[in-house]
């Protein structure tokens, strides 16, 4: 290590140091003050466990996302359901599930007196069999914790394959926002000048095409697909990012610190990624948590329009799409995916005041 | 041959409000070693001079109109950026007047030192870190090794602009451009960063250009000077010429104005008057409305620096016309 550099080498470097000698950064500064802002700690401990249930939820739902129960249509949540087998010669060939609102309709149920019925009913719900012809009724050990949909589906496993989906694509969408814009803004920003004119009316000129009808040309001349929804959001989204990072550099760029970094002789692209772009992570940090809901919410818009996500897909959208076609029979259908879509932008949004509180440098220092 | 040569420059600010000449025809040359003290007031151009020198002018609004600024063969006005990249930072430094701002808050002081380094002479990072841990305990930090991994603001602004003299200073330059590097620091500090710079130029034979408006860190800091005044330079000497044989009324004036030289019952000598405004300069003497030796003839005749001694020379049409012989009365009288 040493060897190269015989005329240094009286010089002795420990040979590592704790965390507490290696002084405080604005970073941990921040980070200490975003602890002591419950709302915003709250918001993040929320999102985290919001993505955990969609990412690792599924695989504790013995059902898949796109399975269907043709009788199972529209449950409400935490429904009984009863199993109807069908035997022939001791073998079961067929066994179909009944919610118990459809249990009534049943021929056993149908063709009987009052008073069977009622005993009927009592026998299913202490959990014995009930044999009514060619079929026998029992109580199943199947649940839908949030209900079906129209098809049968199991919300709670849908929800959370929506809300991979739709915190997919918030994520990903915003971080090709933060990628584009935070370049685009920092070489217009740092270059300035003419480049910088040019560069910020192409932004106004993108400003002003109706974000829809820019989607609906796309899906038109484009198969639609999720990727192509990723590109007409993050096409859309870098623009307010540029717009931030440009105003910031261009006042940073008069400050001393990047005087003295040109007088040392480093290069453009180096003053740009390595002084200025630092500078100004704190704010994009702070855009970037406010896009991701941003983002989430223009998924469900488009998904809701049709335009998003497609069968047999799902996304909150499309799940708050479904439900609210049908608010009046299965309201819950709506309620669940809007309240986990709601509950996911609001942490969010709290994180995101309490990042940009945290990262405020003028913010007391205590 | 001088280690810089600057002929001629030119550097003008393209504003609304008309074309700023902030720096009008000033020539002057710096030999190996010396130091060289740029003095004048607020906005009379020594740091846009110099700016200009290190490529640090924000075009536009700023051009540089003419001149030449030789360092080496190489017209630093005029080559590439990346030919300028190699001798910034390298053969020529600058420290600048607030280290509060001129350190990137974002990174370590480590980061920032072993930039140079890294970037200029291509050592590894490890050898880097060695050598910029040297060069703080060169500029007088205790605890080096571990302090160099500190952010600017753990540090206080005296030994902020101790990094910056490190960091200007870790490649060896040929020159060092120092731009006020006292004046945004207390009294105390001002003498250790003072005798520091001076150290460390011993030490390493560099050049310095010293920027200022205090004629007691000239009088004690430079072999030559120049008296700058609304973007041209007024006189230029050895620095006990400057002050035991002034030559230009402004300069006289300005030595009349330093307080601690001035008795303590009598009000307080100043120049009356403001600079003029740098976008419409008067004709002739730009110090003439100002001057209390003008003549008619002051604010109709161009200025021009004419050396009347070996190596003093002055921009006053009275003196180079021989009307007046010597302000020196005029610095002594009260």
């Given amino acids: 290590m040493t060897a190269d550099a015989p005329e240094i080498t009286s010089v002795a470097i420990p040979p590592s140091l704790d965390e507490a000698q290696k002084g405080t950064s604005l970073w941990k500064d921040a980070w200490r ?44 949540p935490m429904e009984p359901i009863y199993a109807r087998i069908q035997e022939r010669k001791g073998k079961i060939v067929r066994t179909d599930f009944i919610p118990e609102s459809k249990i009534l309709d049943e021929n056993a149920f149908i063709t009987v007196s009052k008073e069977q019925r009622d005993a009927g009913l009592a026998q299913l719900k202490r959990g014995e069999p009930l044999k009514a012809g060619r079929y026998t009724y029992q109580i199943s050990a199947r649940k839908h914790l949030l209900g079906t949909d129209a098809l049968g589906r199991d919300l709670l496993v849908r929800m959370m394959h929506g809300g991979r989906i739709s915190i997919g694509v918030g994520l990903a969408a915003t971080a090709v926002s933060i990628l584009i814009g935070v370049v685009y803004g920092a070489v217009s920003g740092y270059l300035g000048g003419n480049l910088d004119i040019v560069m910020m009316r192409i932004v106004d000129i993108l400003y002003t095409i109706p974000f829809t009808i820019f989607v609906i040309l796309l899906m038109v001349f484009l198969p639609p697909s999720i990727f192509l929804l990723f590109m007409a959001i993050g096409a859309v989204e870098w623009l307010t990012m540029a717009r931030i990072v440009r105003g910031e550099i261009s006042a940073l760029k008069h400050r001393e610190f990047v005087e003295a970094a040109v007088s040392l002789g480093l290069g453009r692209l180096h003053i740009i990624f390595r002084h200025l772009i630092p500078n100004v992570l704190g704010s994009v940090i702070v855009y970037s948590t406010l896009t991701v809901p941003q983002v989430m919410l223009l998924e469900a818009v488009l998904s809701f329009l049709g335009l998003g996500v497609q069968p047999p897909m799902s996304s909150w959208g499309v799940l708050i799409d479904d439900g609210a076609k049908t608010i009046e029979t299965t309201p819950w259908l709506l309620l669940f995916p809007a309240a986990i879509f709601s509950l996911t932008l609001f942490s969010l949004n709290f994180l995101g005041d309490g990042l940009r509180d945290a990262l405020d440098p003028k913010s007391s220092k205590d | 041959m001088p280690l810089l040569e600057v002929e001629n420059l030119r550097t003008s600010f393209h504003t609304r409000g008309g074309v700023v000449k902030a720096v009008n025809d000033v020539s002057f040359s710096l030999e190996a070693g010396e130091t060289l003290g740029i003095v004048g007031e607020s906005g009379s151009g020594k740091s846009v001079t110099c700016y200009s020198i290190m490529g640090l002018i924000p075009m536009p609004p700023g051009k540089i109109e003419g001149g030449t600024a030789r360092f080496n063969g190489i017209d630093l006005l005029k080559c590439s950026v990346r030919e300028l990249n190699r001798i910034r930072g390298k053969r020529i430094s600058m420290i600048f007047q607030d280290p509060m701002t001129s350190l990137n808050p974002y990174l370590r002081i480590s980061e920032q030192i072993m930039e140079p380094l890294l970037i200029h002479e291509k050592l590894t990072r490890a050898q880097a870190l060695k050598r910029a841990i040297i060069a703080l305990e060169e500029v007088g930090i205790q605890d080096a090794d571990r302090r160099v991994h500190f952010y600017p603001h753990e540090f206080s602004g005296g030994m902020r602009q101790r990094v910056m003299i490190a960091m200007a200073l870790i490649g060896h330059p040929e020159i060092l451009i120092a731009d006020e590097p006292t004046t945004a620091l207390d009294v105390t500090v001002q003498a250790q960063i003072l005798d520091l710079i001076r150290k460390r130029q011993r030490d390493l034979g ?33 620095t006990t010429d400057i002050f035991a044989e002034p030559l230009h009324p402004y300069n006289a004036a300005l030595q009349r104005s330093i307080p601690a030289l001035q008795s303590k019952d009598a009000e307080l000598f100043t120049i009356a008057g403001l600079p003029p405004d740098l976008a419409r300069l008067p004709k002739g003497c730009s110090f003439a409305p100002r001057c209390n030796r003008a003549a008619p003839e002051c604010s109709v005749r161009e200025t021009k620096l004419q050396e009347m001694k070996p190596g003093h020379a002055t921009s006053c049409t009275r003196i180079q016309l021989g009307e007046i012989a010597s302000l020196k009365s005029s610095v002594c009288k009260s």
Avoid: W
């Fill in chain 1, 33 to 76: 003050r975003l602890r002591r802002n419950k709302l915003a700690i709250i918001g993040l401990i929320n999102f985290v466990l919001i993505t955990l249930f969609c990412l690792i939820g599924p695989y504790f739902v013995p059902y898949q996302s796109g399975e269907q129960a043709r009788s199972l249509q529209s449950c409400r």
């Fill in chain 2, 206 to 238: 560099t050049a310095v250009i010293f920027i200022t408006h205090d004629l007691g860190v000239v009088a004690a800091f430079c072999d030559r000077v120049n008296v700058m005044y609304a973007g041209r330079i007024a006189e230029s000497a050895k």
